[in-house]
Protein backbone atom coordinates (compact mmCIF):
# COMPACT_ATOMS: atom_id res chain seq x y z
CA UNK A 1 0.00 0.00 0.00
CA UNK A 2 1.29 3.41 -0.84
CA UNK A 3 2.30 5.60 2.00
CA UNK A 4 0.60 8.80 2.79
CA UNK A 5 1.48 12.45 0.45
CA UNK A 6 1.75 15.55 1.67
CA UNK A 7 -0.69 17.91 -0.47
CA UNK A 8 -0.67 21.83 -0.62
CA UNK A 9 -3.90 23.03 -1.38
CA UNK A 10 -3.06 26.17 -3.91
CA UNK A 11 -6.65 26.62 -4.93
CA UNK A 12 -10.10 26.95 -3.34
CA UNK A 13 -13.33 27.97 -5.06
CA UNK A 14 -16.78 28.11 -3.62
CA UNK A 15 -19.30 26.06 -5.72
CA UNK A 16 -22.30 26.05 -3.96
CA UNK A 17 -23.70 27.95 -0.66
CA UNK A 18 -22.29 24.85 1.28
CA UNK A 19 -19.80 23.52 -0.84
CA UNK A 20 -16.37 24.41 -2.32
CA UNK A 21 -13.88 22.33 -4.58
CA UNK A 22 -10.09 22.40 -3.90
CA UNK A 23 -7.22 21.98 -5.67
CA UNK A 24 -4.06 20.09 -3.96
CA UNK A 25 -0.30 19.67 -5.24
CA UNK A 26 0.64 16.35 -4.22
CA UNK A 27 3.99 15.51 -4.09
CA UNK A 28 4.57 12.51 -5.91
CA UNK A 29 1.25 12.06 -6.47
CA UNK A 30 1.10 8.77 -9.23
CA UNK A 31 -2.32 9.99 -11.69
CA UNK A 32 -5.74 8.59 -11.30
CA UNK A 33 -8.06 7.08 -13.53
CA UNK A 34 -11.69 8.59 -13.64
CA UNK A 35 -13.77 7.53 -10.96
CA UNK A 36 -11.42 6.76 -8.07
CA UNK A 37 -11.34 8.52 -4.77
CA UNK A 38 -8.49 9.31 -2.13
CA UNK A 39 -8.11 8.90 1.73
CA UNK A 40 -7.96 12.54 3.19
CA UNK A 41 -5.46 12.62 6.80
CA UNK A 42 -5.96 15.48 8.99
CA UNK A 43 -3.87 16.22 11.95
CA UNK A 44 -4.32 18.24 15.18
CA UNK A 45 -1.62 19.72 16.72
CA UNK A 46 -1.67 17.33 19.50
CA UNK A 47 -1.53 14.54 16.94
CA UNK A 48 -5.77 13.44 16.53
CA UNK A 49 -6.26 12.47 13.23
CA UNK A 50 -8.84 12.08 11.40
CA UNK A 51 -9.58 10.28 7.50
CA UNK A 52 -12.21 10.68 5.57
CA UNK A 53 -12.74 9.41 1.90
CA UNK A 54 -13.23 12.29 -1.05
CA UNK A 55 -13.42 11.25 -4.88
CA UNK A 56 -11.08 12.95 -7.25
CA UNK A 57 -12.89 15.36 -9.82
CA UNK A 58 -9.77 15.64 -11.59
CA UNK A 59 -7.95 12.91 -14.06
CA UNK A 60 -4.51 11.80 -15.62
CA UNK A 61 -1.44 12.30 -14.68
CA UNK A 62 -0.95 15.76 -13.34
CA UNK A 63 0.22 15.88 -9.41
CA UNK A 64 -2.49 18.02 -8.78
CA UNK A 65 -6.02 16.43 -7.83
CA UNK A 66 -9.51 18.48 -7.68
CA UNK A 67 -11.87 17.43 -4.72
CA UNK A 68 -15.50 18.73 -4.08
CA UNK A 69 -16.44 18.73 -0.78
CA UNK A 70 -20.21 19.16 0.58
CA UNK A 71 -20.45 20.61 3.84
CA UNK A 72 -22.57 17.80 6.66
CA UNK A 73 -22.78 20.53 9.29
CA UNK A 74 -22.69 17.87 12.03
CA UNK A 75 -19.79 16.36 10.72
CA UNK A 76 -15.99 16.22 11.49
CA UNK A 77 -13.77 16.81 8.51
CA UNK A 78 -16.43 18.40 5.40
CA UNK A 79 -17.01 21.54 7.81
CA UNK A 80 -12.77 22.14 8.19
CA UNK A 81 -12.36 21.49 4.05
CA UNK A 82 -15.61 24.16 3.12
CA UNK A 83 -15.11 26.88 5.84
CA UNK A 84 -11.49 27.22 6.84
CA UNK A 85 -9.19 25.47 4.65
CA UNK A 86 -6.87 28.36 2.91
CA UNK A 87 -4.58 28.16 -0.27
CA UNK A 88 -0.80 27.16 1.44
CA UNK A 89 -2.65 24.73 3.98
CA UNK A 90 -1.49 21.37 4.19
CA UNK A 91 -2.95 18.00 4.72
CA UNK A 92 -2.33 14.16 3.76
CA UNK A 93 -3.47 12.19 1.07
CA UNK A 94 -3.34 8.35 -0.10
CA UNK A 95 -4.39 6.85 -3.52
CA UNK A 96 -5.49 6.91 -5.74
CA UNK A 97 -8.07 4.16 -4.42
CA UNK A 98 -10.48 2.06 -5.91
CA UNK A 99 -10.41 0.12 -9.35
CA UNK A 100 -14.04 -0.81 -9.62
CA UNK A 101 -15.92 2.74 -9.91
CA UNK A 102 -14.17 3.59 -13.00
CA UNK A 103 -14.03 4.65 -16.61
CA UNK A 104 -11.60 4.17 -19.30
CA UNK A 105 -11.77 4.82 -23.13
CA UNK A 106 -11.31 1.35 -23.40
CA UNK A 107 -14.41 1.01 -22.42
CA UNK A 108 -16.61 1.33 -25.85
CA UNK A 109 -20.59 1.24 -24.46
CA UNK A 110 -22.56 4.18 -24.03
CA UNK A 111 -22.39 5.91 -20.72
CA UNK A 112 -25.37 6.78 -18.30
CA UNK A 113 -23.64 9.19 -15.28
CA UNK A 114 -26.21 9.67 -12.58
CA UNK A 115 -25.44 12.13 -10.04
CA UNK A 116 -26.96 13.15 -6.67
CA UNK A 117 -25.76 16.05 -5.04
CA UNK A 118 -21.59 15.66 -4.41
CA UNK A 119 -21.80 12.56 -6.20
CA UNK A 120 -21.11 14.50 -9.19
CA UNK A 121 -17.87 14.22 -8.10
CA UNK A 122 -16.55 11.22 -9.60
CA UNK A 123 -18.65 11.44 -12.66
CA UNK A 124 -17.15 14.85 -13.70
CA UNK A 125 -13.68 13.34 -13.44
CA UNK A 126 -15.41 10.41 -16.31
CA UNK A 127 -16.65 13.14 -18.67
CA UNK A 128 -13.27 14.80 -18.02
CA UNK A 129 -11.89 11.62 -19.06
CA UNK A 130 -14.28 10.95 -22.04
CA UNK A 131 -13.84 14.77 -23.31
CA UNK A 132 -10.16 14.49 -23.52
CA UNK A 133 -9.78 11.18 -25.16
CA UNK A 134 -11.85 11.93 -27.80
CA UNK A 135 -13.89 8.85 -27.44
CA UNK A 136 -17.25 9.06 -29.66
CA UNK A 137 -19.31 6.79 -27.63
CA UNK A 138 -22.20 8.56 -26.47
CA UNK A 139 -22.50 10.48 -22.98
CA UNK A 140 -25.22 11.24 -20.86
CA UNK A 141 -25.49 12.92 -17.31
CA UNK A 142 -28.48 13.04 -15.10
CA UNK A 143 -27.58 15.35 -12.20
CA UNK A 144 -29.97 16.03 -9.14
CA UNK A 145 -29.51 18.89 -7.21
CA UNK A 146 -31.45 21.09 -4.50
CA UNK A 147 -31.33 24.05 -6.63
CA UNK A 148 -29.88 25.71 -9.35
CA UNK A 149 -27.17 27.48 -7.13
CA UNK A 150 -26.43 24.15 -5.62
CA UNK A 151 -24.50 22.60 -8.76
CA UNK A 152 -21.13 21.73 -8.49
CA UNK A 153 -18.56 22.00 -11.48
CA UNK A 154 -21.58 24.20 -13.40
CA UNK A 155 -19.33 26.03 -16.09
CA UNK A 156 -17.09 23.15 -16.58
CA UNK A 157 -20.20 20.95 -17.13
CA UNK A 158 -21.66 22.94 -19.29
CA UNK A 159 -18.80 23.53 -21.61
CA UNK A 160 -18.33 20.00 -21.82
CA UNK A 161 -21.57 19.48 -23.55
CA UNK A 162 -21.55 18.24 -26.83
CA UNK A 163 -22.22 15.99 -29.89
CA UNK A 164 -21.71 12.97 -27.93
CA UNK A 165 -22.20 14.17 -24.18
CA UNK A 166 -25.56 15.44 -23.24
CA UNK A 167 -26.26 16.98 -19.43
CA UNK A 168 -30.14 16.70 -18.05
CA UNK A 169 -30.81 18.66 -14.64
CA UNK A 170 -33.36 17.62 -12.01
CA UNK A 171 -33.69 20.19 -9.38
CA UNK A 172 -35.62 18.92 -6.08
CA UNK A 173 -36.05 21.71 -4.22
CA UNK A 174 -36.84 24.68 -6.42
CA UNK A 175 -36.40 25.90 -10.11
CA UNK A 176 -34.75 28.25 -12.16
CA UNK A 177 -37.80 30.59 -13.57
CA UNK A 178 -39.33 29.51 -16.28
CA UNK A 179 -38.27 25.43 -16.14
CA UNK A 180 -40.44 23.24 -17.41
CA UNK A 181 -41.35 20.26 -14.76
CA UNK A 182 -42.00 21.31 -11.14
CA UNK A 183 -39.06 20.56 -8.56
CA UNK A 184 -39.07 16.65 -7.43
CA UNK A 185 -36.75 13.80 -6.87
CA UNK A 186 -35.68 11.03 -8.95
CA UNK A 187 -38.28 8.89 -9.86
CA UNK A 188 -38.35 6.06 -11.91
CA UNK A 189 -40.31 7.76 -14.36
CA UNK A 190 -37.59 10.82 -14.21
CA UNK A 191 -35.54 8.03 -14.88
CA UNK A 192 -37.29 6.59 -18.17
CA UNK A 193 -37.61 9.99 -19.48
CA UNK A 194 -33.84 11.60 -19.04
CA UNK A 195 -31.60 9.04 -19.62
CA UNK A 196 -30.27 6.17 -22.24
CA UNK A 197 -32.69 2.99 -22.23
CA UNK A 198 -31.78 0.21 -20.77
CA UNK A 199 -32.51 -1.69 -24.55
CA UNK A 200 -29.17 0.61 -25.51
CA UNK A 201 -27.10 -1.70 -22.58
CA UNK A 202 -25.24 1.16 -21.49
CA UNK A 203 -22.97 1.39 -18.57
CA UNK A 204 -24.54 3.36 -15.73
CA UNK A 205 -22.55 4.67 -12.73
CA UNK A 206 -24.70 5.85 -9.88
CA UNK A 207 -23.18 8.47 -7.28
CA UNK A 208 -24.23 10.17 -4.20
CA UNK A 209 -26.09 10.36 -1.07
CA UNK A 210 -26.73 6.53 0.52
CA UNK A 211 -30.41 6.80 -0.16
CA UNK A 212 -30.54 8.74 -3.51
CA UNK A 213 -28.07 5.98 -4.49
CA UNK A 214 -30.70 3.17 -3.44
CA UNK A 215 -33.79 4.52 -4.89
CA UNK A 216 -31.90 5.15 -8.59
CA UNK A 217 -30.38 1.82 -8.71
CA UNK A 218 -33.68 -0.03 -7.39
CA UNK A 219 -35.21 2.35 -10.86
CA UNK A 220 -33.08 1.22 -13.12
CA UNK A 221 -33.12 -2.39 -12.62
CA UNK A 222 -37.12 -2.10 -13.10
CA UNK A 223 -36.77 -0.52 -15.99
CA UNK A 224 -34.89 -3.55 -17.41
CA UNK A 225 -30.83 -2.60 -16.80
CA UNK A 226 -28.76 -5.75 -15.88
CA UNK A 227 -27.22 -5.21 -12.47
CA UNK A 228 -23.96 -5.79 -13.60
CA UNK A 229 -24.27 -2.60 -15.50
CA UNK A 230 -24.69 -0.62 -12.98
CA UNK A 231 -22.03 0.40 -11.10
CA UNK A 232 -22.67 2.68 -7.38
CA UNK A 233 -21.20 4.67 -4.91
CA UNK A 234 -22.40 5.76 -1.84
CA UNK A 235 -21.39 8.35 0.15
CA UNK A 236 -23.06 7.87 3.17
CA UNK A 237 -25.90 9.87 4.92
CA UNK A 238 -29.62 9.40 3.93
CA UNK B 1 5.72 12.40 9.99
CA UNK B 2 2.28 13.28 9.66
CA UNK B 3 2.13 17.09 8.69
CA UNK B 4 -0.38 19.20 10.82
CA UNK B 5 -3.22 20.81 8.97
CA UNK B 6 -3.53 24.38 9.97
CA UNK B 7 -6.94 24.86 12.45
CA UNK B 8 -7.90 21.49 12.42
CA UNK B 9 -8.81 20.75 15.93
CA UNK B 10 -10.72 17.74 15.37
CA UNK B 11 -14.08 16.70 17.53
CA UNK B 12 -14.63 13.30 17.69
CA UNK B 13 -11.71 12.27 20.55
CA UNK B 14 -13.49 9.93 22.33
CA UNK B 15 -11.16 7.06 22.29
CA UNK B 16 -12.90 4.10 22.91
CA UNK B 17 -11.00 0.47 23.25
CA UNK B 18 -13.27 -1.16 21.10
CA UNK B 19 -13.10 0.69 17.93
CA UNK B 20 -10.02 -0.41 15.45
CA UNK B 21 -7.37 1.99 14.49
CA UNK B 22 -8.93 4.97 11.81
CA UNK B 23 -12.19 4.02 12.32
CA UNK B 24 -14.89 6.60 13.91
CA UNK B 25 -17.88 5.48 15.90
CA UNK B 26 -21.29 5.94 14.09
CA UNK B 27 -24.99 5.38 15.33
CA UNK B 28 -26.83 4.57 11.41
CA UNK B 29 -25.85 2.15 9.53
CA UNK B 30 -24.67 2.74 6.29
CA UNK B 31 -24.80 0.71 3.05
CA UNK B 32 -21.81 -0.17 1.06
CA UNK B 33 -22.78 -2.39 -1.89
CA UNK B 34 -21.00 -2.28 -5.53
CA UNK B 35 -24.47 -1.87 -7.07
CA UNK B 36 -28.05 -2.15 -6.96
CA UNK B 37 -29.49 -4.03 -4.03
CA UNK B 38 -31.17 -7.51 -5.41
CA UNK B 39 -34.31 -8.81 -4.45
CA UNK B 40 -34.24 -12.48 -3.30
CA UNK B 41 -37.68 -13.99 -2.83
CA UNK B 42 -37.41 -16.66 0.32
CA UNK B 43 -39.55 -19.17 -1.97
CA UNK B 44 -36.58 -19.44 -4.69
CA UNK B 45 -33.46 -18.88 -1.86
CA UNK B 46 -30.82 -21.39 -0.98
CA UNK B 47 -27.68 -21.70 0.65
CA UNK B 48 -24.78 -24.33 -0.66
CA UNK B 49 -21.95 -25.49 0.37
CA UNK B 50 -19.42 -27.21 -2.41
CA UNK B 51 -15.94 -29.00 -1.73
CA UNK B 52 -12.99 -30.62 -3.75
CA UNK B 53 -15.33 -33.70 -4.65
CA UNK B 54 -18.24 -31.69 -6.26
CA UNK B 55 -20.52 -32.41 -2.93
CA UNK B 56 -22.79 -30.04 -2.61
CA UNK B 57 -24.99 -29.45 0.69
CA UNK B 58 -28.06 -27.36 0.41
CA UNK B 59 -30.15 -25.55 2.15
CA UNK B 60 -33.75 -24.25 1.13
CA UNK B 61 -35.03 -21.32 3.35
CA UNK B 62 -37.50 -23.83 5.25
CA UNK B 63 -34.49 -26.03 6.24
CA UNK B 64 -32.18 -23.04 6.98
CA UNK B 65 -34.27 -21.65 8.95
CA UNK B 66 -34.97 -25.23 11.23
CA UNK B 67 -31.83 -25.01 12.37
CA UNK B 68 -30.64 -23.76 15.55
CA UNK B 69 -29.68 -20.07 15.44
CA UNK B 70 -27.47 -17.99 18.16
CA UNK B 71 -28.36 -14.37 19.03
CA UNK B 72 -25.10 -12.51 18.02
CA UNK B 73 -23.67 -9.29 20.05
CA UNK B 74 -21.06 -7.83 18.06
CA UNK B 75 -19.23 -4.88 16.54
CA UNK B 76 -19.06 -4.12 13.02
CA UNK B 77 -15.96 -2.32 11.12
CA UNK B 78 -16.32 -1.06 7.49
CA UNK B 79 -13.57 -0.64 5.43
CA UNK B 80 -14.79 3.29 4.88
CA UNK B 81 -14.14 4.11 8.33
CA UNK B 82 -17.10 3.48 10.52
CA UNK B 83 -17.62 1.38 12.94
CA UNK B 84 -21.03 0.00 15.02
CA UNK B 85 -21.04 -1.30 18.29
CA UNK B 86 -22.78 -3.45 19.82
CA UNK B 87 -24.93 -4.71 16.99
CA UNK B 88 -27.45 -7.58 17.62
CA UNK B 89 -28.41 -10.38 15.37
CA UNK B 90 -29.71 -13.22 14.82
CA UNK B 91 -28.49 -15.99 12.62
CA UNK B 92 -26.73 -19.68 12.27
CA UNK B 93 -23.44 -20.30 13.08
CA UNK B 94 -20.99 -21.97 9.87
CA UNK B 95 -19.82 -24.41 12.73
CA UNK B 96 -23.28 -25.93 12.18
CA UNK B 97 -23.37 -25.50 8.57
CA UNK B 98 -19.87 -27.09 7.85
CA UNK B 99 -20.62 -30.38 10.59
CA UNK B 100 -21.09 -32.79 7.91
CA UNK B 101 -18.74 -30.87 5.51
CA UNK B 102 -15.56 -32.76 4.86
CA UNK B 103 -12.88 -31.03 3.07
CA UNK B 104 -9.16 -30.90 3.31
CA UNK B 105 -9.37 -27.01 1.50
CA UNK B 106 -8.56 -24.03 3.79
CA UNK B 107 -9.82 -21.58 2.19
CA UNK B 108 -13.65 -20.29 1.00
CA UNK B 109 -14.71 -18.43 -1.41
CA UNK B 110 -18.36 -16.89 -0.47
CA UNK B 111 -20.66 -16.39 -3.80
CA UNK B 112 -23.47 -13.82 -3.59
CA UNK B 113 -26.87 -13.39 -5.46
CA UNK B 114 -26.20 -10.57 -7.98
CA UNK B 115 -22.49 -12.30 -8.18
CA UNK B 116 -20.46 -10.56 -5.25
CA UNK B 117 -17.60 -12.59 -4.15
CA UNK B 118 -15.32 -12.48 -1.57
CA UNK B 119 -12.43 -14.69 -0.52
CA UNK B 120 -11.83 -16.05 3.43
CA UNK B 121 -9.96 -18.66 5.20
CA UNK B 122 -11.75 -21.65 6.27
CA UNK B 123 -10.63 -21.08 10.08
CA UNK B 124 -11.87 -17.49 10.07
CA UNK B 125 -15.29 -18.82 9.51
CA UNK B 126 -15.27 -21.66 12.77
CA UNK B 127 -15.08 -21.69 16.12
CA UNK B 128 -17.71 -19.46 16.74
CA UNK B 129 -16.46 -16.64 14.73
CA UNK B 130 -18.86 -16.47 11.88
CA UNK B 131 -22.82 -16.79 11.13
CA UNK B 132 -25.25 -16.51 8.03
CA UNK B 133 -27.81 -13.78 9.35
CA UNK B 134 -30.80 -13.19 9.18
CA UNK B 135 -32.24 -10.84 11.74
CA UNK B 136 -30.64 -7.66 12.75
CA UNK B 137 -32.51 -5.70 15.65
CA UNK B 138 -34.84 -8.49 16.24
CA UNK B 139 -35.96 -7.52 12.54
CA UNK B 140 -35.90 -9.23 9.28
CA UNK B 141 -32.54 -8.31 7.62
CA UNK B 142 -33.76 -5.36 4.79
CA UNK B 143 -32.68 -6.38 1.01
CA UNK B 144 -30.49 -3.02 1.67
CA UNK B 145 -28.64 -4.42 4.29
CA UNK B 146 -28.14 -8.20 2.63
CA UNK B 147 -31.71 -9.78 3.52
CA UNK B 148 -32.69 -12.44 3.28
CA UNK B 149 -29.33 -13.75 4.78
CA UNK B 150 -25.77 -12.69 4.85
CA UNK B 151 -22.60 -13.34 5.65
CA UNK B 152 -22.15 -12.32 9.03
CA UNK B 153 -17.90 -12.34 9.94
CA UNK B 154 -17.53 -9.29 12.28
CA UNK B 155 -13.88 -9.73 13.20
CA UNK B 156 -12.72 -8.97 10.01
CA UNK B 157 -14.05 -5.85 7.98
CA UNK B 158 -17.62 -5.94 6.64
CA UNK B 159 -17.10 -5.99 2.85
CA UNK B 160 -16.04 -9.93 3.81
CA UNK B 161 -19.36 -10.28 5.67
CA UNK B 162 -20.91 -10.83 1.93
CA UNK B 163 -24.88 -9.61 1.55
CA UNK B 164 -27.29 -11.72 -0.17
CA UNK B 165 -25.17 -15.07 0.06
CA UNK B 166 -26.02 -18.00 -1.44
CA UNK B 167 -22.90 -20.16 -0.72
CA UNK B 168 -19.32 -21.22 0.11
CA UNK B 169 -16.96 -22.95 -2.14
CA UNK B 170 -14.22 -24.66 -0.90
CA UNK B 171 -10.67 -23.62 -2.29
CA UNK B 172 -7.31 -24.99 -2.17
CA UNK B 173 -5.47 -21.71 -2.48
CA UNK B 174 -6.46 -18.17 -1.21
CA UNK B 175 -7.71 -16.32 -4.60
CA UNK B 176 -9.21 -12.72 -4.35
CA UNK B 177 -12.71 -12.08 -4.35
CA UNK B 178 -14.64 -8.90 -6.05
CA UNK B 179 -13.19 -5.75 -3.72
CA UNK B 180 -10.15 -8.23 -3.14
CA UNK B 181 -9.54 -8.05 -7.00
CA UNK B 182 -10.31 -4.03 -7.23
CA UNK B 183 -8.08 -2.92 -4.39
CA UNK B 184 -8.69 -4.55 -1.12
CA UNK B 185 -6.73 -6.50 1.30
CA UNK B 186 -6.89 -9.69 0.98
CA UNK B 187 -7.66 -10.72 4.78
CA UNK B 188 -8.90 -7.09 6.17
CA UNK B 189 -8.06 -7.16 9.46
CA UNK B 190 -9.16 -3.88 11.05
CA UNK B 191 -7.14 -4.36 14.01
CA UNK B 192 -4.32 -4.31 11.79
CA UNK B 193 -5.78 -1.49 9.57
CA UNK B 194 -5.53 -4.28 6.82
CA UNK B 195 -7.81 -1.98 4.15
CA UNK B 196 -5.94 -2.10 0.73
CA UNK B 197 -3.15 -3.18 -0.87
C1 LIG C 1 -15.73 6.45 -1.64
C2 LIG C 1 -16.27 7.73 -1.03
C3 LIG C 1 -16.14 8.92 -1.73
C4 LIG C 1 -16.63 10.11 -1.19
N1 LIG C 1 -16.52 11.25 -1.92
C5 LIG C 1 -17.02 12.42 -1.45
C6 LIG C 1 -16.94 13.62 -2.22
O1 LIG C 1 -16.41 13.64 -3.35
N2 LIG C 1 -17.46 14.76 -1.69
C7 LIG C 1 -18.07 14.78 -0.45
O2 LIG C 1 -18.51 15.85 -0.02
N3 LIG C 1 -18.15 13.65 0.30
C8 LIG C 1 -17.64 12.47 -0.16
N4 LIG C 1 -17.72 11.33 0.60
C9 LIG C 1 -18.24 11.43 1.99
C10 LIG C 1 -17.08 11.82 2.91
O3 LIG C 1 -16.17 10.72 3.02
C11 LIG C 1 -17.53 12.12 4.36
O4 LIG C 1 -18.32 11.08 4.83
C12 LIG C 1 -18.29 13.42 4.46
O5 LIG C 1 -17.49 14.52 4.00
C13 LIG C 1 -18.72 13.68 5.91
O6 LIG C 1 -17.57 13.69 6.75
P1 LIG C 1 -17.56 14.53 8.11
O7 LIG C 1 -16.30 14.22 8.83
O8 LIG C 1 -17.86 15.96 7.83
O9 LIG C 1 -18.81 13.97 8.90
P2 LIG C 1 -18.74 12.87 10.05
O10 LIG C 1 -18.26 13.51 11.30
O11 LIG C 1 -18.01 11.71 9.54
O12 LIG C 1 -20.26 12.43 10.10
C14 LIG C 1 -21.30 13.17 10.66
C15 LIG C 1 -22.62 12.49 10.39
O13 LIG C 1 -22.96 12.67 9.01
C16 LIG C 1 -23.31 11.44 8.40
N5 LIG C 1 -22.83 11.49 7.03
C17 LIG C 1 -21.63 11.07 6.55
N6 LIG C 1 -21.54 11.29 5.22
C18 LIG C 1 -22.69 11.88 4.86
C19 LIG C 1 -23.20 12.34 3.63
N7 LIG C 1 -22.48 12.24 2.48
N8 LIG C 1 -24.44 12.90 3.61
C20 LIG C 1 -25.18 13.00 4.75
N9 LIG C 1 -24.75 12.57 5.95
C21 LIG C 1 -23.53 12.01 6.01
C22 LIG C 1 -22.61 10.38 9.18
O14 LIG C 1 -23.30 9.15 9.09
C23 LIG C 1 -22.61 10.97 10.59
O15 LIG C 1 -23.79 10.62 11.26
C24 LIG C 1 -17.26 10.12 0.08
C25 LIG C 1 -17.38 8.92 0.78
C26 LIG C 1 -16.92 7.74 0.26
C27 LIG C 1 -17.08 6.46 1.02
Not at chain 1, 177 to 203: K, N, Y
Request: proline share 8%.
Amino acid sequence: MTDWLVGTITHVRTETPTGRSLTIAVDGWPGNLAGQHLDLRLTAPDGYQAVRSYSIASVGADPSVQLAVDKIPTGEVSPYLVDDVLPGDQLEVRGPLGRWFVWTPEDTRPIQLIAGGSGIVPLVAMARAHAASGSAVPFRLLYSVRSPQDRFFADEIAALESETFRVDLVYTRSTPEGWPTPAGRVTRDVIEALTLPASDAPGVFVCGPTGFVEAVARSLVDLGHEPQNVKTERFGGS
Amino acid sequence: MAVFSRGFGGRARESTPDLPPGQFLTEDFPVLSAGPTPEIDTAEWEFTIRTETGATHRWDWDQFRALPSELVATDIHCVTRWSKLGTSWRGVSLDTLFEEVDSSYDYVMAHSYGGYTTNLPLEDLLDGKAWIAYEFDGEDLDPEHGGPARLLVPHLYFWKSAKWVRGLVMMKDDEPGFWEQNGYHTYGDPWQEQRYW
